[in-house]
Structure formats: structure tokens, C-alpha cells
């Protein structure tokens, strides 16, 4: 749940008022690319390690496709209605008062942000062990090198490019395809994984899911730059979503066929050892290098869209003014984010640990997000809405109640991550009021 520029902007952005350039196609491509990322290649062991069934594995991914559809139709409908920079902190705003939202940028400051640093710093080590293993704390050594290393680049002004962000996501799908394809036709489950007991929570597996169709709030703000709005909102949506649910359902068959549940459920990198059962070792190391690589990808992203959102945060609010550096903002960042990793690795299961720190901060500001489309759709009843969410106040409300079972689910079935994560957000409270009486 990120935003592409300062909580807080206050001017309506300048791709707002440009005519419409997204095509349909155009449309489809970008949601798909946003969507699809690395987080698939480790998120189906833990879907496995909370469910009971093949079957339930299978379901719970189809859910979590419908649900993201629904989700992206209602902030479709926020942002044509309110075509903002601030996203997510605009809507907050408007419906619920700037306290909130400004508790929100500081959540997305503290928690949603640095924790999806870590998370793809845990991915890439994770891959990065299976080709060149560091002893027992390799994944965490990978990705706290890989947050210094990467922060130091863009400190001395090497930045990603475009070409080379959009070549790293065909090399995502390309891999996912591969993984598909291979599995398929070379992989046989290995009899010799002995099934273990672990308890079973959906609500849990299905937290895992909605994370790796994470990305599509992002996608929904393309809407207000899309061709023929009213009708083409929903055609790239449906298609897009469409196209990602059925490449998550394939390469959820491949992992059942060619590890089993228990094979699934007991993996650390669920791809390598696919491609181990098709391919032998060198399968592995080829699949490792591959999602190694697009995950750093993904991770240096991240970095830089956080620091230039800390960096307009502090411009915009004077107590955090010493983010408005773009050095200072890069170095905070890096040092909660190698926080996090150290915390991951107490816990002796980093990625696990980072979902479970961000997801109650995440859903419940999702959960307040699908509120204020109800709430400013009744207290600004004659706003020009260019699009409007289909079956409306029940795709909102059904929206908001997965929202509030997932906020449940995410306290309830995790662990003291979670706790800290909520704690991280309830210390930004003393900050908000000593920010307004310094203003």
C-alpha cells in the first residue's frame, strides 16, 4: 500500500489534468507488471503451511483474486473521483480528518514501507543461499547487505531506469512461466517429505495470498488516464486480474504436482526446489539466480520511491523536516529497514516475520480506505464520480468486511511482529500532537 508522491501534497497532480493516453492494452500491461513480483515465489509455502487441503490451497488463491477485484474497482472509483498525489492519504483525509491520515503517512513512514524493504530483502537472500549459502543466517546477511549496498547507490546517484524496471518484471512473469512450463512436465512429487503437523488458519493463508496480489491499489490510480473511462476502467481490470489469478492458480497446480502440500508447505524457496525435482541442481541455481536478480530489482525500487516519499513528508511537515534531505531520508530508511532484518532473524523466519509486521498497519488502513468511498459518497452526493464501483453500497461493504478479517486474522493467527508493527503506529500519535502545536 504505497503512494506515488508526499502525503500531504495539496495540489491536484499535474498527469490529472492531461488528456487520456493508456489504451486498454496500455492498461492491462501496467496492472499485470505492478501486480506480479517476486513475493509468488515464496508466498505459496506459507498458503500451504496453513491449509489443510490441495483443494483449499487452490481456492484460497482463487478468492484472493476476487477479492483484489472488488478492491481495485473501489479505489478505481476514488481515484477518478479525487485524482491526488497523496492517493491513499487524500481519501483518509477528506473522509475521516487529517489526524488520521496523517497517522497513516507516518505508518507508511514506519512500518508499510520499510517492512516491504525487509520483505524483499528476505526474498532475495532466500534465492541468493540457494546458489552461494552463507551458513545459518544467510538470508539475512544477503539482505542487509543488499539494503546497504542499494541505499548507497542511490545516495551517490545511481538510479534505476525505467527500461531496466520494466525488463526486470517480464523477467518475473518470463520466470513464472518458466517454473509453470518445467514443472509440469518434469516434476513428480518426492515421496520421501514426511507430512508434518502444523495448525491450520485461513485466515492466515489468505493473508499470504492478498500479498502477492498486492499492487493493484497502485494500479487502480492509472484510472483517471485511461481512454473512454466508463468503459474501459472495468475491461482492464477484469483482464488484468483475470490474467494474474490465472498464472497464481497455474504455478499453485505445478508447486501441488511437483512438491505436494507437504513438500510445499516445508519449502524455504519453493521454486529452486521445483525446479530441483525437474531439473536437478543446476534447475535450481538457474531459477535461484533468476529471482535473486529480480527481486534486487524489485528491492531497489522500493528504496528509492520510500526515501522521495520521506523526503516530501518532511517537506511537508515541519517536525520531520530533516527527512526533506534526500541523504538523511535514504539513511532513516536504511536503518529501520536493517532493524526490521534483525528482528526477522531473531524470529528465525524473516520473510514470515515481515508480513506479520506489516499486514494489521496494512489492513487496517485498507479497511479505512473502503469506508471513505461510503462515507464521501454520502456526504458529497452530487460529486462528479467518472467512474462508479459496480453494485454499490454491497461490493464496498464486502470490500470492507474481508478488510476487517484480515485486520482480525493478522492479530490473531501471527505473531510478536504484528504486536510491534501496531506498537510502531500507536508511538506516531505523540507526534501528531506535537506536530500540531508546533505548527
Not at 22 to 40: F, P, Q, W
Not at 220 to 228: D, G, K, T, V
Not at 242 to 270: E, H, P
Amino acid at each position: 500500500m504505497t503512494e506515488s508522491n508526499a502525503p500531504g501534497a495539496t495540489n491536484i497532480s499535474n498527469a490529472a489534468r492531461k488528456p487520456p493516453l493508456l489504451s486498454l492494452t496500455d492498461a492491462i500491461a501496467i496492472i499485470v507488471g505492478v501486480v506480479i513480483g517476486t513475493g509468488i515465489f515464496e508466498t505459496p509455502a506459507l498458503v500451504a503451511a496453513n491449509s489443510s487441503t490441495a483443494s483449499m490451497v487452490i481456492l484460497t488463491w482463487l478468492i484472493g483474486g476476487v477479492v483484489s477485484l472488488i478492491g481495485a474497482l473501489c479505489y478505481a472509483e476514488l481515484a477518478t473521483t479525487y485524482p491526488h498525489v497523496g492517493g491513499n492519504y487524500e481519501y483518509l483525509k477528506r473522509a475521516f480528518g487529517q489526524q488520521v491520515a496523517f497517522l497513516f503517512a507516518w505508518a507508511r513512514m514506519t512500518v508499510v514501507q520499510t517492512g516491504s524493504i525487509a520483505l524483499l530483502a528476505f526474498v532475495f537472500g532466500d534465492y541468493a543461499s540457494q546458489f552461494l549459502p552463507l551458513g545459518a543466517f544467510s538470508n539475512s546477511i544477503y539482505g542487509a547487505g543488499a539494503i546497504v549496498f542499494l541505499t548507497s547507490c542511490n545516495l551517490i546517484g545511481i538510479r534505476q531506469g525505467k527500461r531496466i524496471q520494466n525488463l526486470l518484471t517480464i523477467i518475473t512473469i518470463l520466470g513464472l512461466v518458466t517454473v509453470i512450463a518445467l514443472g509440469l512436465l518434469f516434476a513428480s512429487p518426492n515421496e520421501s517429505v514426511k507430512p508434518i503437523q502444523t495448525p491450520h488458519h485461513w485466515g492466515s493463508a489468505l493473508l499470504f495470498v492478498l500479498l502477492s496480489y498486492g499492487g493493484w491499489n497502485e494500479a487502480a490510480y492509472i484510472s483517471a488516464e485511461i481512454r473512454h473511462p466508463n468503459r474501459n476502467i472495468v475491461r482492464s481490470l477484469l483482464w488484468s486480474i483475470a490474467i494474474i489469478t490465472a498464472l497464481y492458480l497455474l504455478i499453485n497446480v505445478t508447486y501441488l504436482r511437483g512438491l505436494g502440500l507437504s513438500g510445499m508447505a516445508q519449502s524455504r524457496a519453493i521454486a529452486a526446489d521445483l525446479m530441483r525435482q525437474a531439473l536437478g541442481e543446476s534447475g535450481a541455481v538457474l531459477i535461484s539466480i533468476l529471482i535473486a536478480a529480480t527481486a534486487l530489482g524489485s528491492l531497489n525500487a522500493t528504496i528509492f520511491t520510500g526515501a522521495r516519499t520521506n523526503y516530501a513528508f518532511g517537506q511537508d511537515v515541519p517536525l520531520f523536516r530533516f527527512l526533506g534531505r534526500w541523504r538523511t531520508g535514504f539513511i532513516v530508511q536504511s536503518a529501520i529497514a536493517l532493524l526490521l532484518i534483525l528482528m526477522g532473524t531473531l524470529t528465525r523466519n524473516g520473510f514470515e516475520a515481515m508480513v506479520d509486521y506489516t499486514a494489521p498497519v496494512f489492513w487496517f488502513f485498507f479497511l479505512l480506505s473502503g469506508l471513505s468511498l461510503i462515507l464521501l459518497r454520502i456526504r458529497e452526493p452530487y460529486r462528479l464520480r467518472p467512474f462508479q464501483v459496480p453494485f454499490y453500497p454491497i461490493s464496498p461493504l464486502f470490500f470492507c468486511a474481508v478488510c476487517g478479517y484480515l485486520l482480525y486474522s493478522s492479530l490473531v493467527y501471527t505473531g510478536i511482529s504484528a504486536i510491534a508493527g501496531v506498537i510502531v503506529v500507536v508511538l506516531g500519535i505523540p507526534f501528531l500532537y506535537w506536530s500540531q502545536r508546533s505548527a
